[in-house]
């Protein structure tokens, strides 16, 4: 009976004396059982079984034609751009021809718009329009000038920034406008308060952005230079300011709109001449001509828009290497 026994573990290919793949203790990785291989399994096999094997998916239209997909992306943002003004446009005349809203608080595009032809037609708008834009001109570069020459002074000369830094950033907090109050006792009734009110406005966002581009160029570069006896000025020349000028544009767009916000407040307080897109803005509010308003409105945006975009024009011919 034993060897029978024997014979038959033997015959199973199991060794006599050797564990069962199923038993407490065993090491031995457990056999397959019937119908039961792991499904997961498969494909590691197949790859095992073909090594040299590389999945990849089918090229798309960006891998075949990259050009054209970037000429479509192009298009469809600019197409986006355009659509969705539009149809807010569209819907605002359909809005006032189906009296869905009030047409004397909200005039309907088609007249907003041909009251501004009129106005341009006539030459009644253009001073208004140089009036702003020669302001926010000048205040700006005042600004710029000034904000980008603190800055760099306070992000590379520890002492500077410990004796302006906290003085300026008390200035900074105070809204703007509520400055023009003593500028006007300052400077008197004229055009010199609302460029100085520019000026300020524009210098402390310039500064700021200069300041922190200067402090977060890395040491090293400043190391590089030192080593290579780079003197104050060539450190300024070299180092600084080619490395800080990618963020301090950054800065100057952001000053340019915040240019027009406020000139466009201020005229609309205290105009010196009674001209500006301020004073025709305001002015038309009182006198409840709500179409000059939105032509006033659309004007400042598309003038906003330009600043900025000139801005952005200059800062690329300032830094091509960005």
Known sequence: MTENTAQ?????????????ADAPGST???APRSGGTDKAARPA???AAKPGLLLVRAPGPAELDPGKTRVRRRVLEVGLGIAVPLLLILWWQLAVQQNWIDSRLYPAPQTIFQDGWDRLVDGKLWPDIWATVRRALLGF????????AVGLLTGSMPLVRAALEPMLDALYVVPKLALLPVFLIIFGLGETPHIVLIAVTVFFVVWIQTMASVLTVPEGYREAATVFGAGRRQMYRHILIPASLPQVVVGLRLASGMAVLVIVASEGIASPNRD??????????ELFDNRAMYVGIIVVAIVGVAFSELVRFIGRLLTPWA
């Open 276 to 285: 500006g897109l301020g004073y025709l803005i305001f002015n038309a509010k």
């Open 28 to 30: 031995a990785p457990p």
């Open 8 to 20: 038959h573990g033997t015959a199973a290919g199991t060794e006599p004396g050797a564990k069962s």
């Open 141 to 148: 570069t005042l600004g710029a000038f000034a904000g980008y």
């Open 45 to 47: 096999a197949s790859a």
